[in-house]
């Protein structure tokens, strides 16, 4: 039977050219207890499989998770094998005390740091620096440069930081913690293919030559969703939320759908050439292994050996 014509430009499957040929990286947020602990560390391992380049552990506004966040990155890093970064920034710690940390993690074999600017520990307050800290993530990096020869990792903000006054402000300041040694910029999450081409075009045109990936976030949760975009400024199209609309009630249909989202996106930037992608997990395996999964990651020969909480 021949095929009617009407078919003859149908388009090629989303993920039928992905061919496996990218590099990942994972993001986690400390957690709170020791159960939570093993269950990140089982998370961790899950992922290991897929071959990321790094996983990271962030840090809480002010610092307020320095001892979990040392914990996991130890963790992470003893219990599965991955090279593990610790997210490091400069709000409510003095130069002396952020170098004591980095000097910490360089004699326990961390060699990679995400270094950051951070929050202030009370949401909507306006960041002020230490009286005695670094200023601003670049002044970190150059700092950390100076202790050891950290691979450093740095934000960047496709849709503009909120404390920024425009995108030409934002991509300065990227450039400068590019010229104090940063090795690449992790972006913040965004949900159009064409807000991350614009970026790193500009962003070249400007004379920034680090890596630039895309931070990917598969999320469920209209409501976290919107607590992250308002803390970043990250836009929300519409179309999120009807898609999302209606599926509180009904949780699997509901990760369905954030993959399907999530997964068209990360699609759209394989299609544009992209091959590096870093996972905002929200510590859970699922939506990101199904990711990485359509776009041909598979588990490694030699998969991690089992992980057993203590």
Not at 119 to 144: F, I, K, R, S, T
Not at 171 to 181: F, H, I, P, T, Y
Not at 237 to 262: C, K, M, S
Request: negative net charge; contains cysteine.
């Amino acid at each position: 039977m021949s095929v009617p014509a009407m078919f003859d430009h149908y388009p090629a499957p989303l993920f039928a050219s992905a061919a496996g040929d990218v590099e990942v990286s994972f993001e986690f947020f400390p957690p709170k207890s020791d159960a939570a602990m093993a269950s990140l560390l089982a998370t961790a391992d899950s992922l290991a499989s897929l071959g990321p380049r790094f996983v990271s552990v962030t840090y809480g506004a002010g610092g307020s998770t320095r001892g979990r966040t040392e914990e996991a990155v130890l963790g992470i890093a003893r219990e599965t094998g991955l090279a593990a970064a610790a997210h490091l920034t400069c709000v409510g710690a003095s130069r002396a005390e952020v170098d004591a940390i980095a000097d910490q993690y360089w004699h326990a074999g961390v060699r990679h740091i995400v270094a950051l600017r951070g929050d202030m520990p009370e949401p909507h307050l306006p960041y002020a620096p230490h009286d005695d800290g670094y200023a601003n993530a670049a002044a970190l990096v150059a700092g950390l440069k100076r202790l050891h020869p950290f691979e450093i990792s740095v934000a960047a903000y496709p849709e503009c930081h909120p404390d920024s006054a425009d995108l030409s402000a934002d991509l300065d300041n990227l450039w400068r913690k590019v010229d104090a040694g940063a090795d690449r910029a992790l972006t913040q999450f965004f949900f159009s293919a064409d807000t991350f081409f614009r970026f790193r075009d500009e962003a070249a045109a400007r004379g920034i030559k680090a890596e630039i990936v895309p931070g990917i976030l598969p999320v469920a949760n209209v409501g976290q969703l919107r607590r992250f975009a308002g803390m970043c400024g990250a836009a929300i199209p519409p179309w999120i939320d009807r898609l999302l609309d209606g599926l509180d009630e009904r949780p699997a249909a509901r990760q369905l759908v954030a993959v399907t989202i999530a997964a068209e996106l990360c699609a759209a930037l394989y299609a544009g050439g992209v091959r590096q992608f870093h996972f905002y997990t929200l510590n859970r395996a699922e939506l990101t292994y199904a990711i990485c999964h359509l776009l041909g990651l598979r588990p490694a020969a030699q998969a991690t050996g089992t992980i057993h909480p203590r």
